[in-house]
């Protein structure tokens, strides 16, 4: 018997007096973490210590989207069917650890992409350690109402946390204005595939310091007595806080500053612990990634940490900051690069005002003795109408600044951020994303890893995921693509059964799954795919649409609460859904699926049951994706536009073995001044009943009229947008069309499937371990 199920037993009678084959999910999934646990320890520890003594990548991200750690832990030290196969004696299910909940600590690519990272670089045995918040209650679970999204609380850590472990000696004070809070750092063991190099992700939790105020409980004013308790927790409560008011955006801010503050701190003692007090060898042994503008407030923070308890000059500590940070700018769109009313910072931290006034002052006397113009200077001034651009923050202090896909680079360079390309070039960089394969085909798909493996006659690819491309040599084995389809099938019957199981819907596994999995969000376009299903559908009740290959789109995505638009799409989809549904005719041939609660797990049985991957943001808009790489990892074609990693995508697979539609950003900035979407409504007449169908009584909203905003959206306008902001209107036609030709091609499956299998073979430049080697040799210089 291995010595993790040992340990299990013996954990299993101390702490609930059971047997193993007694005990419930939850507290299996808790005895197996702390049996892991114990087999890592010495590792973890030296790791630690090796790390942290030498030159060392930190990366601060206010997300971190682990999903579920014990399958990915156990396959990393190669130990997953082991365990599975000594349960299996005992009568013990591994499988029925799924209802474990995933640590929903992110919404999307942003931490699903940290997680990647570090997954990399532990495997790579690079020194990086991730720092975030320990948000209580995550994102949020959705469940489905009428159609409509619901949000609930996500308690994911009501049956414990086995796998963080809290370091209490090590928590740190961050003050504000009007209170100050503990930080109490959690650690998460980032596990290497075939190294004992272990990584750490540490998450701060915000803390009362004190647990509450006796003298006033004493008082009978019990919910007096603990205001401060709940006031200092709420700023680890809750991902991204709702801050559409005032104290909303407080106490966003407050969340960034926390874990800024919390980790700056931290890394400053362990510099002392092991380097002295000369800060001039700071940068020698400090690189810190900004994983997007949340983090940025760690500038100015350790500035104020170096100037204030460490004795350092603004000028030195301004240097020693321009040489550790690092900045990965995510979007093109302005209105998500933050910015900050200067206010709202000076009541929450005001210690960090002057700090970044220096700052901008200290950009406007570079930016004057390089020769840029006046008027194109206040245009890169990180303090514009008491706004502070956190953006030119990053910018004007990071050694490198980096895009995350060469087409979104090549925009920050052209128009975003192109006054800063213009004047410090040497700063701008691209790093593709990536994904890691040990969990999205190594451990999601062990079926077609097990082919793989077979036909390259060994599985180092799992490390070297380059290896891939030496299987296109079976494109054209009849035999090898048949196997591939059957594993393709398999997982198909495998997704239809955990939808039945999860949410009531039956699938059937024997017609095209059209997969369209990403966050809610206009520029995603999920807008534009139903619409062209409702299309679909009136082409084939009309007849004008005959032999259409059965189809089922499975969507799932999960939209921020106060996003009405987007939870609008959301109904939508069901809507469209009941209406195809019922119809006798078209339900043969088309049905909509929304997945509820789409997450990390849900993720990895989605991507090896697709066969088509939905990719279809306006062209210019999505900084990357890495939902296309793991679907084309798995088999999947993409029907997508030329916007983000669809681009190198389909450079690296072939056009030929994709299906491309729509503007490119040249298109769209050479039409976008005279763009009238209503030309395009009043002049195809498809586009016309789709839109009408939102508000003529074919479609209902629960009269919450959200559908007439949508439509009102696309030809009017709607609060900041012009009309038809996202062009869908413009790639409609194409768009349909491309559907309507991939499953016209999926008729002669063998063809499609080497398609499919072609698309896997190319997907070696995606992993996040060729990502990693860049930023280590090329930002990072680890």
């Known amino acids: 018997m291995s010595k993790i199920i040992e340990d299990a037993k013996v954990i299993a009678k101390a702490k609930y007096q059971k047997e193993l084959n007694e005990l419930k999910p939850f ?45 990915n832990n156990l396959a990393s030290k190669e130990i997953l069917n082991e365990v599975n196969n000594e349960l299996k004696e005992l009568g013990i299910n591994l499988g029925d650890l799924e209802e474990i ?100 992700l540490r998450l701060w939790q915000s803390e009362s310091l004190e647990p509450f105020d006796f003298e006033i409980f004493n008082e009978q004013k019990y919910d007096k ?62 690189t810190i990634q900004l994983n997007d503008t949340h983090p940025v407030i760690s500038i100015p923070e350790l500035i104020r940490l170096l100037t204030e308890n460490e004795e350092l000059d603004f000028d030195t500590a301004l240097e020693i900051a321009q040489n550790v940070f690092n900045y990965t700018n995510h979007t093109v769109m302005q209105e998500a690069l933050e910015k900050w009313d200067l206010k709202i910072i000076r009541d929450t931290i005001p210690q960090v005002v002057n700090i970044i006034k220096k700052i901008d002052k200290k950009l406007k006397k570079r930016l004057s003795k390089l020769g840029v113009s006046k008027s194109n200077a206040e245009k890169m001034y990180i303090i514009q109408e008491k706004t502070v651009h956190m953006a030119y923050l990053a910018v004007s202090c990071a050694k490198y600044v980096n895009g995350v896909a060469e087409i979104h680079t090549e925009i920050l360079k052209d128009s975003v951020l192109k006054s800063w390309y213009e004047i410090f070039p040497e700063k701008f960089q691209n790093k593709t994303n990536g994904i890691t394969q040990r969990r999205w ?4 798909n062990p079926e077609l890893s097990a082919l793989i493996t077979e036909l390259l006659g060994t599985d180092e ?20 693509i048949s196997r591939f389809a059957e594993i393709k099938q398999l997982k198909k019957k495998q997704l239809a059964e955990y939808i039945n199981a999860k949410d009531g819907i039956s699938v059937n596994p024997n017609t095209v799954f059209d997969i369209q999995i990403k966050r809610l969000h206009e520029y995603k376009r999920q807008l534009l795919n139903i619409l062209a299903i409702l299309e679909l559908y009136f082409e084939i009740k009309e007849g004008t649409l005959t032999d259409f290959e059965p189809t089922t789109f499975i969507f799932g995505a999960k939209s921020a609460p106060g996003y009405a638009r987007a939870k609008g799409i959301i109904k939508l989809i069901n809507e469209v859904s009941k209406l195809i549904e019922k119809d006798k005719q078209v339900s ?58 669809n681009i190198e995508i389909v450079r690296e697979a072939g056009e030929e073995n994709n299906y491309i539609f729509g503007a490119t950003v040249e298109n769209i900035n050479d039409i976008k001044e005279h763009y009238n979407s209503r030309d ?23 009269r919450t009229k959200i559908f007439k905003e949508l439509y009102t959206s696309l030809l009017d306008g709607a609060s900041w947008h012009e009309p038809d902001h996202y062009f869908l209107l413009l ?23 080497r398609k499919c299998w072609l698309n896997m073979c190319n997907a070696g430049k995606f992993s996040s371990d060729r990502t990693i080697k860049e930023y280590c040799e090329e930002i990072w210089h680890i």
């Open 441 to 444: 085909l190594y451990l999601c």
């Open 101 to 200: 909940e995933d640590a929903a600590l992110g919404n999307g690519g942003l931490g699903r992409l940290a997680a990647c990272f570090l997954d990399s670089a532990a495997t790579l045995n690079k020194p990086l350690m991730g720092y975030g918040i320990r948000y209580k209650y995550g994102l949020f679970k959705q469940e489905i109402s009428d159609g409509f999204q619901v949000e609930q609380v996500d308690d994911w850590t009501r049956y414990g946390d086995p796998w963080s472990v809290r370091q209490e000696t090590q928590a740190v004070r961050v003050d504000f204005k009007g209170m100050s809070v503990r930080a109490v750092p959690y650690d998460m063991p980032i596990v290497g595939f075939r190294t004992n190099n272990v990584g750490t």
């Open 225 to 286: 007595s603990v205001a401060m308790k709940n006031r200092a927790e709420d700023i680890s409560r809750v991902l991204y806080p709702n801050d559409d008011t005032n104290e909303g955006k407080k106490l966003r801010l407050k969340q960034q500053y926390f874990f800024s503050s919390a980790s700056l701190q931290d890394i400053i003692r362990n510099f002392k612990k092991y380097h002295g007090t000369d800060f001039s060898k700071f940068a020698d042994f400090v």
């Open 680 to 702: 395009y409504y009043e002049n195809d007449k498809r586009i016309k009943r789709v839109l009408d169908s939102l508000v003529n009584g074919t479609l209902k909203d629960g």
């Open 27 to 71: 507290e299996l999934h808790d005895v197996l973490s702390y049996a892991f646990l114990s087999l890592i320890a010495d590792d973890w520890k030296a790791s630690r210590e090796k790390h942290t003594s030498n030159r060392c990548a930190y990366y601060f991200s206010a997300e971190f989207l682990v999903g579920r750690a014990i399958y």
């Open 731 to 753: 790639d409609f036609d194409d768009y349909v069309k491309t559907k309507i030709k991939l499953n016209n091609d999926y008729k002669d499956k063998m063809d499609f499937y």
């Open 588 to 645: 043969k041939y088309i049905k909509v699926v929304f997945v509820k609660d789409y997450n990390v797990s849900y993720a990895e049985k989605l991507v090896a049951a697709a066969e088509v991957s939905e990719q279809i943001s306006t062209a210019g808009t999505e900084a990357s994706g890495t939902g296309n790489m793991k679907l084309m990892l798995n088999g999947s074609v993409t029907i997508g536009t030329f916007d983000g990693a």
């Open 461 to 480: 690819w799992i490390k070297n995921l380059d290896m891939l491309r030496e299987l296109e040599r079976f494109a054209d084995d009849k035999t090898v």
